[in-house]
C-alpha cells in the first residue's frame, strides 16, 4: 500500500512539474495527499485544482470530501452542490453531494443525492453503501437489509452492520465471527462499526486501532460518522482523533 502511494506521489507531482496549471494534476496529487493524511498539503492542491478548473467533478468531490471531514459542512455542501449543477450526468458528483449531507446529518436530502447517483450508475459502490447508511439514519434500517443481502454486499462487514443496526443480532454476529476468523476482511472499519452496534466496544477498538496501523479508507471521517457517537468520550476514540490529526472547521 505505502508502495503504490509512494509510486502514485511521484507521477502525480511529476505531471504537476510538467504542466503546472493542468488542474487534473493537483487532483492526483491532493488524493495522493488525502490518502497520506497530510491535510494541509491536499487542501494546498486541490484549492488549486478549483482555481483551475472550478467545475471539475473530481476537484470538487475531492475538496467537497476534505471539507466535510473537517466538519467545514457549509462550505462542502456548496461545492458539492454546485458540482453536481454543473455535471448533472455525473454519478460520482451526485455521490459526493450525498456524502456531504450525509455527514452533515441531513439524511433525507442525502437519499435524494444518492438515488440520483445511482439512477446513473447503478453499480456505484460507494453510493449504494450510503443509500443503505441512511436508511440506517432514518431508522429504517430493515430496508436495507434487502439492499446489503446480495453481491456485493452479502456476507460482508456492511451486511452485519445493517443487520445489527435492525436488531438482527444474531444473523450479524454470525458474519461477524466468520470476519474475525479471516483476520477482519478486507473492509475492517466497516466491521468495527458492526461491532459498535452490537455493544461490542473493546472488539470495535481492537479493529480500529488495526485499520489506523495500516492507514486503511474511511478513516478520515472518524470526527463526523455518527457511527462513532456512542464512543465519542471513551479515552481511545480521543487518542485515535489525535492520531488522525485533521484539523478542525466550523460550519
Known sequence: MAEARDTMRRAAARAVELDPD????????GTVKLQEWDWTAAERELQRALELNPDS?????SY????????????????AAHSAKVNPLSSSAHFHHGIALHFARRYDDSQVAMSRALEIEPDNFGALFMAAANRIRLGAASDAIVAVSRPPFANSALHAWVLASAGRVEE??????DLEARGGGTDIVTLAHALLALGEVDKSFVFLTKAFDARQGYLDALMVDPSYDVVRGDPRFKALVVRLGMPVGSG
Open 22 to 29: 493542468l488542474a487534473e494534476a493537483h487532483v492526483a496529487l
Open 57 to 61: 467533478p473530481e476537484a470538487c468531490g
Open 64 to 79: 467537497s470530501h476534505l471539507l466535510v471531514m473537517q466538519k467545514r459542512f457549509t462550505q462542502a455542501i456548496e461545492v
Open 172 to 177: 450479524a454476529r454470525i458474519i461477524v465471527a
